[in-house]
């Protein structure tokens, strides 16, 4: 990473040679973030795009000694990157996954307003003191040995044979799936820094997944539940949520 942070913040002024469009699909978005080589390649990209093409949001992981700084330039070129090729980006948030913890994350979150006071001839360490990073722990505070368990399964690549078990993220969210010797799941989902423990089951032979979100005690919304479906592969899960009356889609991708 720091390579690619130093080569590309010395090009900073330089335009790309690039179409700028109005449209993008998350396809798009994770191939113009890997092509920029501002992250390390050998693991998943990830990026969602809000229904007004406005925010971007991207998962990526970074190395143990990355620095503080190091992910928030990081950021600020992606967010360069946006800019010159999609006109309706004006703000991303960047989370970076411990490689080695994938339960530890830095989110950073920057605007198209910092790129432009870089632009401006602004001093880069001033830019980068105004732009926000927070920290993401989001083990369950349960047992040493259900910690371990947890660790375990972000070891153990899904595969259709041993279901769903494992590490996954949708971009903005972690989740931990555990299923049991039956068709029982548990473990959590993790997003914006919220927690929710998660019931359900799996059918091995549909490879559906049920899911239910366990309420917080000040949510007084409607129970959250989901449906996915395993993909052959087993590095997918595809499906959707539902609260109330409000549901969306959203995929799962199996972490590393």
């Known amino acids: 990473m720091r390579k690619a942070?130093?080569?590309a913040i010395t090009l900073w002024l330089v335009p790309?040679?690039?179409q700028i469009v109005y449209a993008q699909t998350t396809a798009d978005?994770?191939?113009l973030v890997t092509k920029s080589k501002l992250v390390d390649t050998t693991h998943p990209v990830r990026a969602m795009i809000s229904s007004d093409k406005q925010q971007v949001s991207i998962s990526t992981f970074c190395r143990a000694q990355t620095t503080d700084k190091d992910c928030k330039i990081t950021a600020l070129l992606m967010m360069k990157e946006l800019m010159q090729r999609y006109k309706t980006v004006h703000?991303?948030?960047v989370t970076f996954f411990d490689e080695v913890?994938?339960?530890h994350s830095r989110t950073v979150r920057t605007t198209e307003g910092d790129a432009l006071l870089v632009d401006s001839g602004k001093p880069v360490h001033e830019v980068l003191a105004l732009i926000d990073i927070s920290y993401g722990d989001v083990r369950p505070r349960t047992t040493v040995?259900?910690?371990k368990k947890q660790s375990n399964l972000a070891a153990n690549p899904a595969t259709p044979a041993s279901g769903v078990n494992g590490t996954w993220t949708s971009g903005t969210a972690l989740v931990i799936i555990q299923q049991s010797a039956g068709s029982q799941i548990s473990g959590f989902w993790s997003q914006?820094?919220?927690s929710h423990k998660l019931r359900g089951s799996y059918n091995s032979r549909t490879r559906i997944l049920d899911l239910s979100f366990e309420q917080l005690q000040s949510d007084d919304r409607p129970p959250t539940t989901g449906r996915f479906e395993l993909t052959r592969d087993g590095k997918e899960l595809v499906g959707?949520?539902?609260v109330g009356g409000e549901t969306g889609n959203v995929k799962l991708y199996k972490v590393g």
């Open 91 to 93: 703000g991303i948030r």
């Open 145 to 147: 040995e259900s910690s």
């Open 16 to 18: 790309l040679v690039s």
């Open 29 to 31: 978005l994770e191939s």
């Open 5 to 7: 942070t130093f080569i």
């Open 240 to 242: 959707s949520w539902k």
């Open 101 to 103: 913890n994938p339960h």
């Open 192 to 194: 914006e820094g919220v």
